[in-house]
């Protein structure tokens, strides 16, 4: 069946410290990932879309990339307010029904 | 421009009873969805509309009714409340089918 893992399921790091989530994906024909921040409490809110392998997009202190089985997001010099849960989702082609699946996180907290 | 609003934000049920979600969005999207959001899951899928009019069952669509007889409305029904629908619910609204979405805050439901 097809999913979305995302990797680790919290990270905690001191302010300044860069590092990486992970999302791997099994859908056979990718049409979209998407990456979400959300904070406790709120609805999900929309960072980045990422097509095809080889794609990397970039906001403030977050960079997305993609290859053909998973997504990496980049936090460079992170801040106290980058603290909130990331969320990957993956949306297949028509091959796939266009199924769309999130996963289920990565709780980041950013220490002073 | 207020994006995707929901009501209530709290609500707590007994068991059988009944109540209905309400969304609305004012950016003129087609498509709406509503998710459930459950500890250690990712979000999932109930219903989702494609425009006005029209509904269509998600991934977890048993126990849920939904409607949408304006295209800035979208309504989600709990005919008989179970303690299995206790969660967190976000509706969302996109330009593209399951694209980049816009989410509401969420609404807290706990059925005892």
């Known amino acids: 069946e097809d999913q979305v893992t995302q990797s680790p399921e919290a990270l905690r790091l001191q302010e300044g410290e860069s590092s990486s989530l992970n999302c791997s994906y099994t859908?056979?024909?990718?049409?979209?990932l998407f990456w979400y921040r959300q904070d406790p409490g709120k609805g999900p809110e929309f960072l980045f879309t990422?097509?095809?392998a080889g794609e990397e997009k970039e906001k403030e202190r977050l960079k997305a990339t993609l290859t053909k089985k998973e997504s990496f997001l980049h936090i460079t010099a992170p801040k106290p307010e980058d603290s909130a849960t990331y969320l990957c989702a993956v949306q297949g082609d028509s091959n796939t029904g266009n199924q769309f699946y999130f996963g289920t996180g990565t709780s980041l907290t950013v220490i002073p | 421009n207020a994006g995707v609003t929901q009501t209530p934000k709290f609500r707590v049920l007994k068991t059988g009873q009944s109540m209905t979600l309400l969304c609305a969005q004012d950016?003129?999207?087609?498509?709406m969805y509503w998710y459930r959001q459950d500890p250690g899951m990712g979000l999932r899928l109930i219903h989702y509309?494609?425009?006005?009019?029209?509904?269509a069952k998600g991934e977890v669509p048993d126990g849920y009714n939904v409607s949408r007889l304006k295209k800035q409305n979208f309504l989600l029904g709990l005919e008989s409340a179970a303690p299995s629908q206790t969660s967190v619910y976000f509706c969302?609204?996109?330009?593209?089918?399951?694209?980049?979405?816009?989410f509401g805050q969420g609404t807290r439901l706990t059925v005892v």
């Open positions: 990422l097509y095809s």
């Open positions: 969302a609204s996109s330009y593209f089918l399951r694209g980049e979405a816009f």
């Open positions: 859908v056979s024909g990718l049409r979209g």
């Open positions: 509309s494609v425009g006005e009019g029209t509904t």
């Open positions: 950016m003129n999207h087609e498509y």
